[in-house]
């Protein structure tokens, strides 16, 4: 049964009993989906990698339903979010081809931030354009699963720039980082990344994107 916010019954007691379950303050199961329980559901979802709508769906389900299943110890894995100031970064969990994998994560700026090694290359890339007078602007780094099935929604909608399926984006591997053209070619962010942006490693690799670089150093 889907529960949202202001649902009542038998079922929210479920779902509020599940998330307790799941080491969640809900405060009193009280059969009332409140602010409490949106907020408990909504951190359920971030750490389970699921949309975070704060909608109780059958994915959502699903996973309140093994969660419980698991064997007592086995806590639920901290939510990471990237502390990407930290100055060697921070632990995250991305993706590469499908595959869920813990990265380290470096600032790049703007509240982004890359795979370490891609974020230094990165930031003295950042630091040779400016002394051109060049400004690189991140605007998309490193993506959480969450981020990136937000984007690959849009995109189906018809809502978005393309966007690849969650797990198989080269954001979530902490690889590529989206810096602000205009959307254009003839952009002096792009003009000065065409020339001198493989020296650092990277590489624009999406057709149509001027904004897409890679890194593959
Ligand atoms: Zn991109």
Redesign the pocket.
Known sequence: MTLRINSRGSQVVKLQKELKAAGLAVGKADGIFGANTLKALKTFQARHHLAVDGVAGPNTWRALLNDGKKPAGAAAPKKTTPVASAPRGSLVSGYVNGVAKKIRVASIGNGKALRSDAAAKFNQMKAAARRAGVTLTPV?GFRTMAQQRSLYAAYRAGRGNLAARPGYSN?QGGR?V?VSTNGSYSSAAYKWLARHGRAYGFVND?RG?P??WTFRG
């Open positions: 998309s954001h590529s989206d999406v994107e904004w897409h």
